[in-house]
Each structure stands twice: as C-alpha cells, then as structure tokens.
C-alpha cells in the first residue's frame, strides 16, 4: 500500500531524472535532444551480420555529438547495457560460424582451417567493436563479453587444432612462400606481405585473447618443438658436440619465434631481450633435459663406443650441471648394467672392459666419482663372485698376447698400486664430499684403473699368486729361451705390486737364465736332445705332480744330463719332473714315418710300444709308474688320432706298423645318413641354413667349456664366432638356442640345468 | 717301429746334494735349515736368491747342514762358544763323502 511518503518520494525521483535527460534545457527541448541522440547510438553500435552488405551510413559528426549528449545525461552505462544485450540477441550469428568452420577442420584436419575461424572471430570483434571514444570501461567490457562468448562456444577440438597452427608457425616464420590462408582475408586487399609470414596470426591472436587463454599450450608446443629436434639430431649421434648446436639452434631458430608470443609489446631490443629471458631460461633447460634424457637412455652403448663417444659425455656432463638428472643416470645405467652385463652368458673379460670403459666415462661426466662409486658397486660385488676375475685381469696386466684390447691402457703411466686413504682434513686441498655422495662413498679412491680393478678385492695377495702362477705359465712353455717379454713383465709389475711381492718372480727369471747357462755347458760335454728349464723349487707356484718314470732311451737321456748336471755343479742333484714339457719326435713305421710334439707321458707309451707291438692300458699304466687312467687315455688317445696306434675290442692298444686300411676312418667321417638326396638344390633351403649355423653354435659350444657357454660368441651373422663382439646375444637368443640344440638331440636339460648328451 | 727323439723340453727341480737325501721325499718340503726354518732350498734371511748365492754350509761332524749365512752369522757371535746350534758340540767341519759314494 502506498503511503504518502511513498508517492512523495517517486515524484522526487522522476523529477530527478527529468531534470538529468533535460540537462537544464529550456521547456522539454532538452527531453527531445537525448531521445534523439539515443536512438543515433544505439544504431550505430548495434551488432550487425557480416553477411549484410548494405553499407550503413553514419555521420560520425552526429554519432560523437550522440555519445556525448549520453555522456552528460550520465547515461553510458544504460548505452553499454542496451548494446551488450543486442549483442546477445546476435552472439547466434557467430555460433554459426563457429560451428561451420570447426566442422571443416574436424572433418580435414587441416589448422587451416583454425587460421580461417582465427580471422572470421577477428572480423566479428572489428565489426561490432564499440569506437574508443566510449572509454576503456566500455571497451573492455564489450572484449570480455565477446571472449566469453567465444570461449563458451568453441568445442574441445579448438585445442588441438589450435595446438598445430601454432606449431606450424615454426616453420611459417622463416618460409618464403607461406601459403596464402595465413594472411587472413585482408591478403585479398593490395597489402605488401608482412616481414614475417607468421605475424597476421599472431595479431589476430592477441586480438581475440588466445594468448593468455593459451598461454600453457603454447609453451608446451615449444617444449615439445625442442624435443622433436633434440631427438632427430642427437640421437645415436655421440662423435660430435651437440649442445653447442642446439643453441645455437635456439638462438637462430626459436628465440625470433618466441618474440611473437612472449615478447610482442617490446618496442626496443633491450626490451624484447628482457621480457625473453626467464621463458628462454625455462627453454634452454628443457633442451639440456631433453639431451640429457637421451643420453642417459643411451648410456650403455654410449660407454661401449667410448672413446668414439667422448663428445656426447661431455655434453652430458655439462647436461647434468644445468639439470639434475643423476640419480636416474645411475639407475639407468644399474639397471642396462644388470641386463646386458652382469648375467652368466657374459665373459669376465667383457664384463671386465665394460667396467673399465665404465670408469673411464663416468669419470668424465663426473669427476668426482660420486656416480662412478654407485654404478661401479654392483658390477663390483659381480665380479668378486666370478672364479675366474683375477685370472682375467692379471692376465690383461702382464698382456695375453692375443690381443691389443688390453684392459689397461698403454698411455697411461704405470704406478704404483693406491690404497684406499682416510680422508685427511688437514689437507689444504681437502674438499667436501659431493652432496649425493653416500655414507659409504670415499673420496681418495685409486684413480687408475689397475689400482682400481685390484681394490674389487681386499688384498692383493691373491693378485700376486695369479700372477705368480701364469708367468710360471708362460715361463715353463718357453723353449726357444727368449723370455726377454717376461722379463719386461716382471720390470712393470714390480712397479705396480712393489718389489717385494715379485721377488719370487725374479727367482723364476734367474732360473731361466742359470737354466740357459748350464744347457750350454752341458751340451758343450755331451750333445744331447734334452734341453731342461730348471727350477727353484720353493720359488715356483706349486706343480702338478705325478710319479713316473721315463723309459728306454728317455731315461738313459735323463741320466747322462743329470750327471753332468752335477760335473758341473757337484753340490747339487736333479729331480726331474716328468709329466712336464715337451717333446718332439720322430716315429719311423714301416711305411711311413709319423712327427708329433707330445707330452711326455705320450712319449713314454710309445717308447714301450718298441718293445712289444700290443699293450692294455693297465700294463702300460704298471710299467710306468702311479699315473691315473685318464691321463693315460688321454695320451693314448694322441696316438689314436694320428694313426699310429689302435684300440681294439678287448681295450688293447695295438701298434699299426702299417698304416690301418680302413684309415681312421671311423673318426674322420661321420656315417653317412642313409637317405641321402640324390639331386641336392644349389641353394639350402632355409632350414638347412639353420642347420648349418647350428653346427657352428656347436663348434663354439665344443671349444669352450661347454657347461658355461659363452653367449657373446653366438653371433648368427659370423662365420668364426669368435668374432662376434658386444653384448648383443641375449640370455634369450642363448635360451632358444639351447632349446633348438635340445630338439636336435644335442643337449638335455633337467632342473634348468643343460647337459651335453654325450652318446 | 723307431722313436727319434728330435728336441724335448723337460723341467727338473735342483736339490741341495746334503748326502742324506731321501729319495721318497722327492716330493715333499725337504730338510729345512735349524737355525732360519727355512728349507735349504729356500734362502737364509739375509738373501733374495737361493742357490749358488745362498749355498749350504759343509756338512758338521755331528751330521748337521744349514744355510752358510746363518751358520756363519751364528758362529760369529759370542754366545754360539763355536758350537753347532742344535746339539752344542763343537764345531767341526765332517769330510764330504759324497762325491765318492756316487762316482
Ligand atoms: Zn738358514
Ligand atoms: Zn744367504
Ligand atoms: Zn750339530
């Protein structure tokens, strides 16, 4: 119910309002002049369709005295609301191009088409963009409405289409004959073409919001621009320096496209550089990330490239100190380590070398050896398991001869062996452990790599008996009496283990020489064919003793050596040891003649064998002396195999005086299979060829110890398996071989445990 | 059938000749020297190569042999009175029988 109070204070109000659109004109003239300018205004910012081509006139004349008539009646804010709601009424008209433009792109594709509604909206935003005049208030509020419109319209796909129009900017930018949708339709007008093709979308972006709405977006098409590249360059390239041509790459490619997004109000260089430089920053680390990924995904035959690969590690290093990537370094190198290395196919010798590239490389990426120590550990524990790792690595020390891939490398000086130190602190240079050291990580580890290889175990004693025992080897096989490499052996040894630990060794040597001497003397008395290394007992690694004795002329030899041994030197007597060395013969039959170089036990048997033509094993083994029987198989098994002698049904050894007729036969070919094809094709089939590589996986089998097969040397694209090398053959390839040996019958496996079948 | 022994490489170990050798200890660590432990073969304390270097001392009346050095050294100080280090008769070198015994 309306009071009196009421109705006074509507009056009031009118009243108000009328004096306001009067604007104190005289009578109502006032009145009439707002109503005018009203109407002028409001049609001259109503939203038109683009589709309407009837030019509309407006006198700005009138248009500004309108606004300004709005203006003075405090009326802006009821234009701006009249002129967004006409805008709704037409935001339908956009809709529709919207949804037809995004239809095409969804059905090609193609971001052209993205470019297209990019400068459809641009065209909308012109046409009914309120003049400046109005005031930013009013301007940014018709921007925020038509934004809002846009966004809430455009369909998910707007993302990635948008995605790949920014994208192909990369290569927009620098093209010379950019295709013609990316100039919008102002290309139609004569215009010179832009400096750079790519700049009309990038106005049209800013234009409509897309910047900021996609701000993330944008970044991430740069990240993943940097990735595509690092990838396509870097990858499996380790000869060569990357990183330096990477930035420079993003300093000729990149950084002039990323001006446009991130740098566009930047109206002087110093201005553009500093509004560049925390987004450049994130950039340049996501390029060391990328490479340094790579890398590390790489590692492991990065390091079996090494030192073809030296670039890429250094890169590496340099990666690693911009971006901390090292503790994935190390697990992936464990783990690659683990898979590749550290499993039973592998050779200690190649894990060995692995393990000694492995220094070498992380030493380079890491100097101080934090990562070495936590990749090193495991491979470490490894190798101390392995029976045969000291053999390995004494036998690199003192060089195999077979070969120049010796673990330790000849430019490196020789040293003495380091010991693990405790850490001094009253050493000025003392430094403090790296930050991701462990409890367990020392500084002062030995540096080079004998020192390095020796401290796997806890004393060096075990070295120094390995090595005691294959010089001994070595020295014992020597029968030309040039030991003059054993000598240098020694000499580079005695620097590494010290003087002490090789003094055995030296005794071993002036037993080569003494040895040398005396034969000369000796066979300046009595020419014989006996020509003995003697030795220091106590001063050699322990022999393999057996006791027999040699017979017939054997031992008439032995006997007139020794005693001129003692002519010459009377306080001393020879004990010969007789299983050991060499001899060579010569075995005249009645219709051939046979040379062999055979051990001495073989010699024996077929000295007796000159006294009666057919033997047992038994009486032979009675008639030398306390030899096992295997050993005396084995040496007749040489006569066997070189015709001389025969085994007979009744396990008697027989002498052939006249080569055998049947020849030996039965052990050089094999029985013919029964069914064998007339008409074989010039070409094996697929499954012959098997067959055949399968003979030659056996050979390998055969010639290595055939319970520990050495799966490096399983290469199906070698003729000489040994000449494969890597660590390519995988515990699987092992595995499906194994099984297709066991098809052929050649192998048999129980428990997981594979046997030969030994028919 | 006839063996020709073209060339052979043998390898022989040198023992002391103490005239007391026993020849099934072929094998075996041998006699050691009473005064370092060491066997004869071996060498005394103060050397690094055993043989002609470090020889055996003569054979003492009392049937005992050591390493010269250590004997020399042991007769060379004031508490040994000349006498043998194992049995503290005087000592005196035997005469070597040896050489005749086995020619
Ligand atoms: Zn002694
Ligand atoms: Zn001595
Ligand atoms: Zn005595």
Redesign the pocket.
């Known amino acids: 119910m309306a009071t009196t109070a009421l109705t006074a204070q509507i009056v009031l109000k009118w009243q108000n309002s009328f004096a306001r659109l009067n604007r104190g004109q005289p009578g109502i003239s006032g009145l009439l002049s707002f109503s005018e300018a009203w109407s002028i205004a409001t049609a001259f910012l109503r939203p038109r369709d683009l589709a309407d081509t009837t030019p509309s006139e407006h006198n700005m004349q009138d248009v500004r005295a309108s606004f300004d008539i709005l203006s003075r009646s405090k009326m802006l804010p009821m234009l701006l609301e009249n002129f967004l709601e006409d805008m709704r009424k037409q935001l339908y008209l956009i809709t529709r191009d919207i949804n037809t433009m995004m239809s095409q792109y969804e059905n090609t594709g193609d971001p052209q088409y993205i470019a297209s509604l990019v400068y459809r909206l641009v065209e909308w935003f012109q046409a009914w963009s309120p003049i400046p005049e109005l005031g930013y208030t009013v301007i940014s509020a018709y921007k925020l409405a038509f934004q809002t419109h846009v966004f809430s319209v455009l369909p998910p796909s707007f993302s990635s289409g948008f995605k790949d129009l920014i994208a192909s900017t990369f290569t927009l930018s620098y093209s010379t004959s950019p295709p013609s949708w990316t100039m919008g339709p102002s290309s139609s007008e004569v215009k010179t073409p832009p400096v750079r093709p790519d700049i009309p979308l990038w106005t049209a972006y800013d234009t409509l919001g897309l910047l900021d709405r996609y701000e993330s977006l944008i970044s991430s098409v740069c990240y993943e621009h940097i990735e595509a590249h690092v990838l396509e360059t870097c990858t499996g390239k380790w000869g060569e320096p990357m990183l330096a041509p990477l930035r420079e790459w993003m300093a000729d490619k990149v950084v002039p496209w990323m001006i446009m997004p991130y740098a566009r109000g930047a109206r002087t260089a110093a201005e553009a550089q500093s509004m560049l430089q925390s987004v450049g920053s994130r950039f340049d680390f996501h390029v060391c990330k990328t490479l340094s990924d790579l890398r590390t995904r790489e590692i492991f035959d990065i390091i079996i490239d090494y030192p073809d690969s030296l670039s890429a590690l250094q890169d590496l290093k340099e990666c690693l100190q911009r971006v901390d990537q090292r503790t994935q370094l190390v697990a992936t190198l464990r783990k690659a380590n683990k898979r590749r290395l550290l499993h039973p196919g592998a050779d200690t010798k190649d894990i060995l070398t692995q393990y000694v590239s492995i220094i070498r490389c992380l030493r380079i990426v890491d100097p101080p050896g934090v990562l070495l120590f936590k990749v090193a550990d495991p491979i470490r524990r490894y190798l101390r398991e392995r029976a045969d790792t000291i053999r390995c690595i004494v036998a690199s020390l003192v060089g195999d001869g077979e070969s120049g891939d010796s673990l330790v490398d000849e430019n490196e000086p020789i040293q003495p062996l380091q010991q693990m130190q405790v850490e001094d602190y009253t050493d000025p240079n003392w430094e403090p452990e790296p930050i991701d050291a462990g409890p367990d990580f020392r500084t002062n580890r030995p540096s080079d790599v004998i020192s390095t290889l020796v401290s796997i175990y806890d004393s060096k004693d075990l070295f120094v008996k390995e090595l005691q025992v294959l010089l001994a080897q070595r020295l014992l096989a020597i029968t030309d009496g040039n030991y003059e490499r054993e000598r240098r052996n020694i000499e580079i040894l005695k620097i590494r283990f010290g003087e002490a630990a090789l003094q055995v060794c030296e005794v071993m040597l002036r037993d080569m020489t003494d040895s040398k001497r005396i034969d000369q003397h000796v066979q300046s008395h009595e020419s014989l064919v006996l020509h003995p290394t003697i030795i220091s007992r106590h001063f050699w690694p322990p022999l393999q003793t057996s006791k027999f004795i040699m017979p017939g002329q054997f031992k008439q030899i032995q006997d007139n050596y020794a005693k001129e041994f003692t002519a010459f030197k009377p306080d001393k007597r020879l004990h010969w040891l007789p299983h050991l060395g060499t001899i060579s013969l010569e075995i005249t039959l009645q219709d051939r003649t046979v040379s062999a170089e055979v051990p001495p036990l073989a010699a024996a048997f077929i000295e007796l064998f000159s006294e009666k033509d057919t033997w047992t094993v038994d009486e032979l083994v009675n008639k030398i002396g306390s030899i096992d029987r295997s050993s005396a198989l084995k040496a007749l098994a040489t006569w066997v195999d070189l015709g001389v002698l025969k085994e007979d049904d009744n396990s008697q050894y027989k002498l052939l005086e006249t080569a055998d007729a049947s020849g030996s036969g039965s052990r050089t070919a094999a029985p013919r299979p029964a069914n064998i094809m007339e008409d074989a094709p010039a070409v094996l089939t697929v499954q012959q060829q098997q067959a055949e590589q399968m003979k030659v996986y056996w050979k390998v089998l055969h010639r290595g110890n055939a319970h520990k097969p050495r799966v490096t040397e399983f290469g199906p694209d070698t003729d000489d398996a040994e000449d494969c090398s890597g660590y390519d053959r995988t515990i699987e390839q092992l595995g499906a071989f194994m099984e297709a040996a066991r098809r052929e019958g050649l192998v048999t496996v129980k428990d997981g445990v594979w046997k030969l079948n030994r028919q | 059938m006839k063996v020709v022994i073209k060339n052979w490489h043998a390898i022989a170990q040198w023992r002391w000749d103490t005239g007391s050798n026993d020849p099934d200890d072929a094998d075996g660590e041998g006699d050691v020297c009473g005064i370092c432990r060491v066997p004869y073969e071996g ?5 690094k190569m055993p043989g002609d ?2 020889p055996l001392s003569a054979l003492g009346e009392c049937s005992h042999v050591f ?4 004997l020399l050294q042991w007769i060379g100080t004031a508490a040994s009175k000349q006498q043998c280090p194992m049995d503290r008769r005087q000592w005196v070198t035997a005469e070597r029988k040896v050489d005749s015994t086995r020619s």
Do not use: A, Q
């Not at chain 2, 060498?43 to 050397?47: A, G, L, M, R």
């Not at chain 2, 390493?67 to 250590?70: R, T």
């Open positions: 060498c005394c304390p103060s050397c270097d470090c390493h010269m050095h250590c």
